[in-house]
């Protein structure tokens, strides 16, 4: 069987190079090619993995690739996952899908019209601990689920993330995505009403860094969700992710990160925590990899990724208005 | 200090045991309407009406009943010329609450409200640290407080009419610490689940943003956690993992009941400490720790994020003093 050529369609997002690793160790793909503006970003990481680097999107999609993972600016997602659609190629996208509605709504329907699968990469999903956890809720062991707790706090990313005109937003459309889908995943529910607390109180930003939102279900499950920029520097690793569902026969937590050493580092002058766990991105591309040459579809959908997006959109239009916002938005269409 | 109790449930119990510790007070009677082994085990008067208590000529009287009969007994105790010792939530009605302090300041009596989250060390120590800037500038706040569901005499915190439910009961002990912490609360948002968890999410009127848990569906037992974040540091705590002794045994000597009540291990317990304070203000006419403008201001927090479950709009506390 010839490895599936996939490319790399922009790498400006830190998790090019972490999936062009992940393309690298699977048997069944092989990383072609690297499309990147800038040179500095894209020709390293491609000449690292024995690929091909193009500055231009359009002479990577000239490629004979079956699929891409686009890792641009979440700005430049839109764009490129059309192009890729519209040349045939299969598409996992970097998280938060796009910037705005509309822009995530046209790109789902461009892979529907030229018949290629789109995958939001949510790799927290691949976890074994989240998988567990999801069975066992989907099981019944904590009965009917009342209320959840959600936690994806960070360290301030710098480089692109903090600029509006490239993110669409800080940290409520970057932190609030991972979670909310596995909320949404664990209940089979959607949100039917986010209300937020959105400011910029950590860092001197043109963003917001500091938010809480409380969400509603369809099935009447509440919940919180805390997205903010707020692990110091001196925080052990980059942040955490983790989820409790409170149900009406019991508790369950999630925390997939947990499964870490204490390393108290001279050399760092602090605590850090050295991860042992399962990497979740390897377990991602690996699925997607599958999905595309067997043609079976894709375990995450774009739909997924546009419904997250939904409520972070919905959260800062929270922030803004001083009100709860129902959804499904005016602006939102189902796929 | 001659200290008659009005209640000999969970917290009624904690209260006996603690005053029982306090050098120069002597517990003369304790008023339960169901018959208890309260009294007894502690040597004290057991009575079974208001008139009897009085007869026992206390000096202040510590009201450790269900929250719906708290301005009832101290009104009563405030018309006698009492000093008053009462469980928080102060009221269920800010009226009632203004009643209460307003008749207490007419008799010339001191009301205590005991939100004795201010008396837990931990929680102290973070107020502190953040108040001298140890965090910098506070972005965001969360606290967990919960457990089983607390059984009271006829199952009274299961009573939203009794207890006001997780908001007034459980979520009004990290309100109070919010506002002696960070300042007045401007707005909070609510979302209760099946009368027996509930989010709160607040804005202070620093800016800082906050969201508050409670819940009584947390069967692995009572636990607290909170956590500050601010512009130059993390401050975290959880119960879980704060427990300097920890014994397992292979045969538990006691299945459990009654409310969950944080066990401490500390020199003097939260408990101890916080009615020692009131003595202690009592004695020298100081200011507590936490006046009753204060839990008039928390319940005023609770009251506003209770309106907000009910009518799913963010709501702004009533504003309870100048």
Redesign the interface.
């Given at each position: 069987v010839t490895p599936l050529p996939v490319g790399i369609l922009g790498a400006a997002h830190p998790h090019a190079a972490a999936y062009a690793a992940c393309l690298g160790r699977i048997p069944g793909a092989r990383l072609v090619a690297v499309a990147d503006p800038d040179p500095a970003r894209g020709a390293p990481l491609a000449a690292r993995h024995g690929a091909r680097y193009v500055r231009d999107d359009d002479e990577l999609l000239r490629q004979p690739l079956a699929a891409v993972i686009v890792c641009s600016e979440n700005a430049r997602h839109a764009g490129q996952v059309m192009a890729a659609a519209a040349a045939g190629r299969h598409v996992l996208c970097e998280k938060p899908l796009a910037t705005d509605l509309a822009d995530a709504r046209r790109m789902l329907a461009a892979c529907r019209r030229h018949g290629v699968q789109l995958q939001t990469a949510f790799p927290v999903r691949y976890h074994p601990a989240v998988a567990a956890a999801r069975a066992a809720v989907a099981a019944g062991r904590v009965g009917r689920v009342?209320?959840m707790?959600g936690s994806n706090?960070g360290r301030m990313p710098g480089l692109w993330f903090a600029d509006p005109a490239l993110a669409g937003g800080g940290a409520v459309i970057d932190h609030t995505v991972h979670v909310v889908d596995l909320m949404r995943w664990f209940t089979g529910a959607e949100v039917a009403?986010v209300?937020?607390?959105?400011?910029t109180?950590?860092?001197d930003l043109a963003v917001d860094?500091?938010?809480?939102l409380?969400l509603?279900f369809t099935d009447?499950?509440?919940?919180?969700h805390?997205p903010?920029w707020?692990?110091?520097a001196?925080?052990p690793t980059w942040g955490d992710v983790a989820l409790e569902v409170?149900?009406?026969e019991?508790?369950l937590h999630v925390e997939p990160m947990a499964q870490h050493l204490d390393h108290y580092s001279e050399r760092a002058g602090r605590l850090v925590h050295a991860a042992w766990g399962d990497d979740w991105d390897p377990l991602m591309v690996q699925d997607f990899v599958d999905a595309v040459a067997t043609g079976r579809p894709v375990a995450v959908t774009g739909e997924d990724g546009l419904r997250a997006l939904e409520v972070a959109i919905a959260a800062y239009r929270s922030a803004a208005g001083?009100?709860?916002v129902r959804l499904p938005l005016p602006d939102y269409a189902p796929p | 200090v001659r200290v008659a109790l009005v209640g000999a449930g969970t917290m009624g119990t904690v209260h006996a045991e603690a005053w029982r510790r306090l050098p120069g007070v002597e517990l003369v009677a304790i008023l339960a309407r169901d018959p208890s082994p309260l009294p007894g085990r502690l040597g004290v008067a057991a009575v079974s009406s208001w008139e009897e208590l009085l007869a026992h000529g206390p000096e202040l009287v510590d009201v450790c009943v269900p929250t719906d009969l708290h301005p009832a007994f101290v009104l009563r105790a405030a018309a006698a010329g009492l000093h008053v010792v009462v469980e928080k939530p102060l009221a269920l009605r800010l009226e009632d609450g203004r009643a209460m302090i307003a008749a207490c300041a007419a008799a010339g009596v001191r009301l205590f409200v005991a939100h004795v989250v201010r008396f837990f060390p931990e929680y102290a120590r973070a107020r502190e640290l953040v108040r001298a800037g140890a965090v910098g500038r506070v972005g965001v706040v969360r606290t967990f407080r919960g457990g089983g569901p607390p059984r009271g005499v006829d199952d009274w915190f299961a009573d939203p009419a009794r207890s006001g439910g997780p908001v007034l009961d459980l979520l009004i002990h990290d309100f109070d610490w919010l506002r002696w912490t960070l300042g007045e609360v401007r707005r909070v948002f609510c979302r209760v689940a099946d009368g027996r968890h509930a989010i709160a999410t607040l804005r202070c009127a620093d800016g800082a943003i906050a969201e508050v848990t409670g819940s009584w569906a947390h069967p692995a037992g009572f636990h607290t956690a909170f956590e500050v974040a601010g512009s130059e540091g993390l401050l975290a705590h959880d119960s879980r993992r704060a427990a300097p002794l920890t014994l397992s045994l292979r045969r538990p000597a006691d299945g459990g009941g009654g409310t969950a009540v944080p066990a401490a291990v500390a020199a003097q317990d939260p408990y101890t400490r916080e009615l020692a304070h009131f003595l202690a203000c009592l004695r020298d006419g100081g200011e507590p720790l936490v006046t009753a403008a204060d839990a008039l201001a928390a319940l005023a927090v609770a009251l506003a994020a209770s309106a907000s479950a009910r009518s799913g709009l963010p709501c702004a506390p009533e504003v309870t003093e100048p």
């Open positions: 009342l209320a707790r706090r009403e209300y937020a607390e959105v400011d109180r950590f860092h860094d500091a938010a809480v409380s509603r009447g499950t509440i919940a919180s805390d903010s707020s692990r110091p001196a925080f409170v149900g009406s019991g508790v001083g009100r709860p | -």
